[in-house]
C-alpha cells in the first residue's frame, strides 16, 4: 500500500506517582508544583505509529486537546520520531478546564476533519487505552463513532498491509485477531513496546519543529457531565516498628511471627 498517514491522539497528564493537591474550592487539581507527562498508553501508541512508518514509510501526526503546556508533550513526540504536532485549545481550557470525554471527542473529531479536508483521510488514528488520569475509556469510541470508522481497543499488535489492519489483543485463551479496512481507529495499550528515548539530535529538531494550532469551540455542545467537587481518598499511613538488632531480636520476630498465624 501507499506510504502510511497516521495520527496518534495524546493527553497531557500529571506525571505517574505525583502527590496530587487540590485547588482551595477543590474544583481543579493545583498545578504549581506539579510535573506532567504523556500518558503512558499513549506513549506506547507514539512508538507503535512510528515503527508502522519505519516499515511501510509515510509520517505520523500527533495531537493533542490541551492548554498552550500541552505543547511540551507535541514536542517530545517529534524528538522521538513524530514529524508534526497539532494542539487543540478552547477558551475552556485554557482557563483550566478539563473537558469531559464527550467534548474532548468533539473537539479531536472536529481537528481530525480540518486536517484530512486539505491532506486526506488518516489511514490510522491511534488512541491510548486509557488516559492515567481519568481513565474514561470513551473518547476514542466517540471519535470513531462520529467519524463512521471502526475501531478496536485494547490492542497489543499491530500489522499493516494491502490496505488492511490486523490488531491482536489479548483474552483468556491468548490472543483475539481483528481485520480492518483501513481507515481505522485503534485503542493501543501499554505494554505493546517500549517506547524510545529521545536523542540529542531529536530534541533540538523538535525545538525548532513548527506546530499547528486549531481551536475549538466546545461551549455550545451537550453537557456530557457536570464536576460538583473532586476529592482525594484519606493517605494511608505505613509506620516501621523495628524489633530489633542482632540476636536479640529473634524473640521478638517469633512473636510477630505467632501473632501473624504463621508459627
Do not use: W
Request: aromatic share 4%.
Amino acid at each position: 500500500m501507499a506510504e502510511l498517514r497516521i495520527l496518534v491522539c495524546v493527553k497531557r497528564v500529571p506525571a505517574p506517582g505525583a502527590r496530587i493537591v487540590l485547588t482551595d474550592d477543590a474544583m481543579n487539581i493545583d498545578t504549581r508544583n506539579l510535573g506532567f507527562t504523556t500518558s503512558p498508553h499513549e506513549e506506547c501508541a507514539v512508538e507503535a505509529a512510528i515503527q508502522l512508518v519505519e516499515q511501510h514509510g509515510g509520517n505520523v501526526t500527533v495531537l493533542t486537546v490541551g492548554p498552550g503546556e500541552a505543547e511540551e508533550q507535541l514536542r517530545y513526540a517529534i524528538s522521538v520520531g513524530a514529524h508534526h504536532g497539532v494542539l487543540v485549545s478552547n477558551d475552556a481550557i485554557s482557563q483550566g478546564a478539563d473537558p469531559d470525554g464527550r467534548n474532548t471527542g468533539r473537539a479531536i473529531v472536529e481537528a481530525i476533519r480540518s486536517l484530512e479536508a486539505s491532506d486526506g483521510a488518516f489511514d490510522v488514528v491511534l488512541f491510548g487505552n486509557e488516559s492515567a488520569d481519568s481513565g474514561g475509556f470513551q473518547v476514542g469510541v466517540r471519535v470513531a463513532r462520529a467519524l463512521d470508522r471502526p475501531i478496536v481497543n485494547g490492542i497489543k499488535s499491530i500489522e499493516v498491509a494491502d490496505g488492511r489492519i490486523e490488531a491482536r489483543r489479548e483474552c483468556l485463551e491468548g490472543y483475539e485477531v481483528y481485520e480492518l479496512e483501513v481507515p481505522a481507529i485503534l485503542g493501543v495499550k501499554e505494554g505493546i513496546n517500549l517506547p524510545r528515548y529521545a536523542t540529542l539530535p531529536g530534541r533540538l529538531r523538535s525545538k525548532k519543529a513548527e506546530l499547528t494550532s486549531l481551536t475549538s469551540d466546545t461551549s455550545t455542545a451537550a453537557v456530557g457531565s457536570n464536576t460538583t467537587a473532586f476529592a482525594t481518598p484519606p493517605e494511608q499511613v505505613v509506620n516501621t516498628i523495628t524489633l530489633g538488632t542482632g540476636a536479640e531480636a529473634a524473640g521478638a520476630v517469633v512473636d510477630l511471627l505467632i501473632e501473624m498465624g504463621l508459627a
